[in-house]
Structures are given as C-alpha cells and as structure tokens.
C-alpha cells in the first residue's frame, strides 16, 4: 500500500471518530481519492490560470495552453519559449502571462526546487513557491495538497471549505476565518484530508471543484 493511502486511511478513521458530522460526510462519498500530482509545474502553472476566472473558462484557458506548449506535459523549459504575446494569444491576462514567465524563469534558476520538495518541510515549500510572482499562500496550500500529499493542510481562507463547513454543520451563514479554524481542530492532523471532504461535498450539489 503506498504510503499515502495508508494514511488516508488512518484519516478517515480518526476524523469519523473526532467528528460524527463529517463521519456521515466520509461514509456518504467513501475514501479519499488524493494522491500525489507527478507534474509539480503543470499544477502551479494551472494555479495561475484559474486565479479569479471561472472553472470552465480555467479549464479552456489551460487546453490552449497545454496545446501552444507542445506535446505532452508543460514545463519551464517549454513555456520559456512562448513569447508573451503568444502567452496572451490563449486568453491569459497581460498579468498572468508575466506571472507564468516568472514561474519559468524561477524553476530553471533552481530558485524554485520542485524535484526536491517533497524532501522539504510544509514551511519550506511554501516559502520557495511565495516568491514566484502570482503565488500566494493559497496556492502554497493547493500544491501541498494535490501536488505532495500533505496530511495536515488547511486553506481557511478558501470559498469552498467555508461553504462545505457551512452545509456539513448546517450553518445558518457561511463561517467567518476564526470559525474555521476552531472546526478544523479536532481534525488534526488530517486537516487536508477533511478539507478534501469539505470539496467533495460540494460537488454532490455541482461538478466543479476547487481546481
């Protein structure tokens, strides 16, 4: 068993225990289905694409993207070579087409270590990633998450959680920051995992999803 999936397992049985509203939650979607994204650039580059633009027009943005770059995966070496106007060309704004040069520019100085980090610390990763321009803490948070597997990752500042909290727990509003993350306690220190529920239960009500 990899070593991921064992500890999603032993997740999901100390988060049924610590919460019985997320228990009906679990036993309603099943097991968490996360694993580790190989393409570590391909997800920031699509982290930088979906900012602040709808899922779909994310997704077309990134098809026309992934196309320009030629065959298979994007990476820094393939993306350098797009000229900023062909970066534009597939409907990136003139600000995120410099924010995706940068993150070029940045994994090929080895200022941004994205072989090594799954060696580093959740610390460690996040402050190499916040230095590429168009990456924030969210985004941080979304590559330890889907890229590295993190257990104990919790976005508390992201739409989707507050509004997944707000319907496993029957809220009458969505919860405030503080809320949050005084719900998120008893889930440690498999916050990412409880999170990845928060999601999923969402997506009962419509397919699209963080990503």
């Known amino acids: ?3 991921h999936v064992a500890t999603f397992k032993k997740a999901s049985t100390h988060l049924k225990k610590a919460d019985p509203r997320l228990k009906t939650v679990i036993e309603s979607i099943g097991p968490c289905s996360l694993k580790p994204y190989r393409y570590r650039f ?3 580059l699509r982290s930088i694409v979906s900012q602040q633009i709808s ?5 077309t943005i990134y098809k026309r993207l992934q196309a320009l770059s030629g065959k298979g995966q ?3 070496e393939k ?6 106007e062909e970066l534009r060309s597939v409907g990136l704004s003139n600000q995120k087409a410099t924010y995706v040069h940068h993150l070029a520019e940045m994994v090929l100085e080895n200022n941004v270590r994205l072989h090594k980090m799954h060696l580093m610390s959740d610390a460690e990763v996040t402050e190499e990633l916040i230095q590429v321009k168009g990456i924030g803490n969210w985004t941080a948070q979304m ?10 990752i919790f976005p508390h500042d992201d ?9 496993i727990y029957d809220l009458k509003a969505r919860p405030d920051k503080q809320t949050c993350i005084e719900i998120a306690e008893r889930w440690q220190p498999y916050r990412t995992v409880a999170s990845w529920y928060c999601w999923r239960c969402l997506e009962m ?5 963080p990503w």
């Open 79 to 84: 993306i350098i070579r797009l000229s900023h």
């Open 143 to 152: 590559f330890l998450m889907f890229g590295l597997c993190r257990p104990d």
């Open 55 to 59: 899922t779909s027009a994310a997704r």
């Open 1 to 3: 068993m990899n070593d």
């Open 205 to 209: 009500e419509t397919p699209d999803g």
């Open 74 to 76: 994007p990476t820094a």
């Open 42 to 44: 391909a997800l920031l």
């Open 159 to 167: 739409l989707g959680i507050q509004n997944g909290i707000q319907m």
